[in-house]
Structure formats: structure tokens, C-alpha cells
């Protein structure tokens, strides 16, 4: 590795909205973010699934050839 062109590699702490604070390392000393593993959807179970049911049918009709 060349020297002196690197970024200092230390300790940092992301910060999420809902409050949670997760400790890890990086070259950004703070960071704040909307969403983590803790108030996400997806990840507590909370996410809703959109119902697709009848879209391919819809589009079949939308763009049939006509006779």
C-alpha cells in the first residue's frame, strides 16, 4: 500500500431515528440514518405485500391485438 493516501480507519457510530445506535468502524466518524434492522418493515415483520392478483390478466386485455 502506498503511504499517506489512505483514510483513517477509526471508530463510528450510526445513529438511526427510531433511536438505536449501532457501534462499528468506518472512515466517517457519525452518521445518521432514517431506518435500521430495528424499525424497518421488512425486518420487523410489520411490511404488507401488495396484492398483484389480476395485473397480468389486466395487461393482457390492455395490450391484446384486436381483431
Known amino acids: 500500500m ?4 489512505h483514510p483513517e480507519y477509526t471508530d463510528a457510530t450510526i445513529t438511526c431515528s427510531c433511536g ?3 457501534n462499528t468502524r468506518s472512515t466517517v466518524k ?3 440514518i432514517n431506518t435500521c434492522s430495528k424499525c424497518h418493515p ?3 415483520g ?3 405485500f ?3 392478483e389480476g395485473r397480468v390478466e389486466q395487461f393482457r386485455r390492455r395490450y391484446e391485438k384486436r381483431s
Open 30 to 32: 457519525e452518521m445518521h
Open 50 to 52: 401488495i396484492d398483484a
Open 2 to 5: 502506498k503511504t499517506d493516501i
Open 20 to 22: 438505536n445506535v449501532l
Open 42 to 44: 421488512f425486518y420487523t
Open 46 to 48: 410489520q411490511n404488507t
